[in-house]
């Protein structure tokens, strides 16, 4: 039965899972639903239409520093667009990565140049230049003295960028913030990270070993579950839909592909083949432009 005002939930959207997260969840979850009355199940559709019966679109935004953009980039839109129905996806290299101080990245042009090889052949999947240098942030609240305070100047904020493609969407589109496990784990540190999930919808690529409650308490701290309702979930693997008052995280599994910029610039370094983790095109790039030799 449907709980009164639920503020968090689990649901799932295809068939297999849900069987799965109905054997394994309600019980638990019922009980903590009747101690507060919070916690609900539920389940979701793929929108296509809003509530007036206007057509909307799936919008998928993935950042980040793509240094180089790489296979695990591409698996990761890939799926998030098959599952949710994705009509485009924006791939946004960050000019500034505000979580990546300790290196010098790839000159911002180079990044974005690899980016358009990468996403050529998909039509769904547009480079983005909306954390180019240059590009004016939307400042956010309190953004003033938060460089200062933050340490990151001139850094690109997630919540700038979010709030500055939702300015060129139609209302009724539905944006997701496309992330990966390990980036997601590091959340709760973003700026504004509260917010950011008030703006849109998560899909996390989740990966073998990280748990519900992995991902439940990897949330900024005021829409973190609290400990007795996520402990029961710490051997649940990170699947299904969670959803929460102020956060809706999609989970997609088996996603995750053993590559990482990291292991490409190393890669280039020992003068291994980048085939394996670069499109062709990328690859080619790279050897042109010098990139990555130290
Ligand atoms: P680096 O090794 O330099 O830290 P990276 O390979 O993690 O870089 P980023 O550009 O920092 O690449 O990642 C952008 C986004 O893609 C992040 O959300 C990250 O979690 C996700 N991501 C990175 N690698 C993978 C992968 N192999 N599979 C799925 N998602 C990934």
Same mark, same amino acid.
């Given at each position: 039965?449907?709980?009164?005002? &639920?503020?968090?939930?689990?649901?799932?959207?295809?068939?297999?899972?849900?069987? *799965?997260?109905? *054997?394994?969840?309600?019980?638990?979850?019922? *009980? =903590?639903?009747?101690?507060?009355?919070?916690?609900?199940?539920?389940?979701?559709?793929?929108?296509?239409?809003?509530?007036?019966?206007?057509?909307?679109?799936?919008?998928?935004?993935?950042g980040g520093t793509f240094d180089?953009?790489?296979?695990?980039?591409?698996?990761?839109?890939?799926?998030?667009?098959?599952?949710?129905?994705? $009509?485009?996806?924006?791939?946004v290299p960050a000019n500034v990565p505000p979580h990546k101080?300790?290196?010098?990245v790839?000159?911002y042009?180079?990044r974005?140049?690899?980016?358009?090889?990468?996403?050529?052949? /998909?039509?769904?999947?547009?480079?983005?230049?909306l954390e180019a240098?240059?590009?004016?942030?939307? &400042?956010?609240? $309190?953004?003033? $003295?938060?460089?200062? *305070?933050?340490?990151?100047?001139?850094a690109n904020y997630s919540?700038?960028t979010?709030?500055?493609?939702?300015?060129?969407?139609?209302?009724? =589109?539905?944006?997701?913030?496309?992330?990966?496990?390990?980036?997601?784990? /590091? %959340?709760?540190?973003?700026?504004?990270?509260?917010?950011?999930?008030?703006?849109?919808?998560?899909?996390?690529?989740?990966?073998?070993?990280?748990?519900?409650?992995?991902?439940?308490?990897?949330? &900024?701290?005021?829409?973190?579950?609290?400990?007795?309702?996520?402990?029961?979930?710490?051997?649940?693997?990170?699947? $299904?839909?969670?959803?929460?008052?102020?956060?809706? %995280?999609?989970?997609?599994?088996?996603?995750?592909?053993? !590559?990482?910029?990291?292991?490409?610039?190393?890669?280039?370094?020992?003068?291994? &083949?980048?085939?394996?983790? !670069? =499109?062709?095109?990328?690859?080619?790039?790279?050897?042109?432009?010098?990139?990555?030799?130290?």
């Amino acid at each position: 039965m449907k709980k009164k005002n &639920p503020v968090c939930s689990l649901r799932n959207c295809s068939r297999p899972l849900r069987f *799965k997260i109905l *054997k394994t969840f309600p019980a638990k979850f019922a *009980k =903590d639903s009747a101690k507060d009355a919070k916690y609900d199940l539920a389940r979701c559709s793929r929108l296509r239409t809003d509530n007036y019966g206007r057509p909307t679109m799936n919008i998928g935004l993935l950042g980040g520093t793509f240094d180089p953009i790489h296979h695990g980039h591409l698996a990761l839109a890939r799926a998030a667009k098959e599952r949710f129905d994705l $009509g485009r996806i924006y791939f946004v290299p960050a000019n500034v990565p505000p979580h990546k101080q300790s290196r010098a990245v790839t000159p911002y042009f180079h990044r974005y140049a690899m980016v358009v090889l990468a996403t050529m052949g /998909e039509k769904a999947f547009v480079p983005s230049v909306l954390e180019a240098p240059g590009v004016v942030a939307t &400042p956010t609240a $309190g953004a003033k $003295g938060r460089a200062a *305070k933050d340490g990151v100047s001139g850094a690109n904020y997630s919540i700038d960028t979010v709030r500055r493609l939702k300015e060129s969407l139609k209302k009724s =589109d539905r944006l997701f913030f496309l992330i990966g496990m390990d980036a997601f784990s /590091e %959340i709760a540190h973003w700026h504004q990270a509260e917010a950011l999930f008030r703006e849109c919808e998560f899909i996390v690529a989740s990966r073998p070993g990280y748990s519900l409650a992995d991902v439940a308490n990897a949330l &900024p701290e005021k829409i973190r579950p609290p400990q007795s309702v996520s402990q029961p979930f710490a051997k649940q693997p990170a699947t $299904g839909d969670l959803v929460l008052s102020g956060a809706t %995280i999609h989970l997609l599994e088996n996603v995750h592909q053993p !590559v990482s910029a990291t292991a490409i610039r190393e890669a280039v370094v020992a003068k291994k &083949p980048l085939r394996k983790f !670069v =499109d062709a095109s990328v690859e080619e790039y790279i050897k042109k432009e010098g990139l990555y030799l130290g």
